[in-house]
């Protein structure tokens, strides 16, 4: 699978799932942090898009772990996280 197509899924994900209405595809960068100063999420939605991505793609995560900060702070973090634990391989 391309990482840009898994990507893409995600962007659509996170507007979806937390209904960010003046939110484009093209309007989330990759790259950039999900939290704080990039796109502006918080804890509630952590735990939306948390629930969104086990439901669609079958990953958990735990409330308690320190690795979620890593996975959560961008697209491309979540993106590896769920070809990772899925046994994606990413072109």
Do not use: H
């Not at 898009?49 to 961008?74: H, I, R, T, W």
């Amino acid at each position: 699978m391309k990482q840009e197509i898994l990507e893409q899924e995600i962007k659509e994900l996170i507007i979806s799932a937390l209904d960010l209405e003046d939110i484009t595809v093209s309007d989330i960068d990759s790259k950039a942090p999900l939290f704080n100063k990039g796109l502006g999420l918080d804890s509630i939605d952590a735990l939306e898009l948390g629930m969104a991505l086990k439901k669609k793609y079958g990953v958990n995560f735990k409330s308690d772990k320190e690795e979620n900060k890593e996975y959560f702070k961008s697209v491309e973090s979540l993106a590896k996280y769920i070809a990772e634990s899925k046994n994606i391989t990413l072109e």
